[in-house]
């Protein structure tokens, strides 16, 4: 396991944060975010450049709860207009 891996569990257990919460801020599954900690899926570039920034952020206590739940509902309404694009064929 790589070290991004057992730092964002750290941090993300530390935070009390869900790994359904962690996986909407990283912007994937949490089904896949289980995968890549446990190590039945591999780490992309992207998402470990998308876990390294935020524990970085975490680290230097920029992100408070409140700017924490912005982000979490900005993914969320960005899923669910991507999931409405699909249904209605866009």
């Not at 257990?13 to 995968?35: D, F, M, P």
């Not at 206590?61 to 924490?68: L, M, N």
């Amino acid at each position: 396991m790589t070290v991004v891996i057992h730092e964002i569990e750290r941090v993300r257990l530390a935070a009390r944060i869900s790994q359904t919460e962690i996986s909407q801020i990283l912007g994937v599954t949490q089904g896949h975010y289980s995968k890549v900690i446990n190590g039945k899926a591999d780490l992309s570039r992207k998402l470990e450049e998308r876990m390294r920034s935020w524990i970085g952020a975490q680290d230097a206590g920029a992100e408070t709860s409140t700017s924490r739940r912005i982000k979490q509902l900005a993914v969320s309404i960005r899923q669910q207009c991507m999931e409405l694009m699909h249904l209605a064929g866009l």
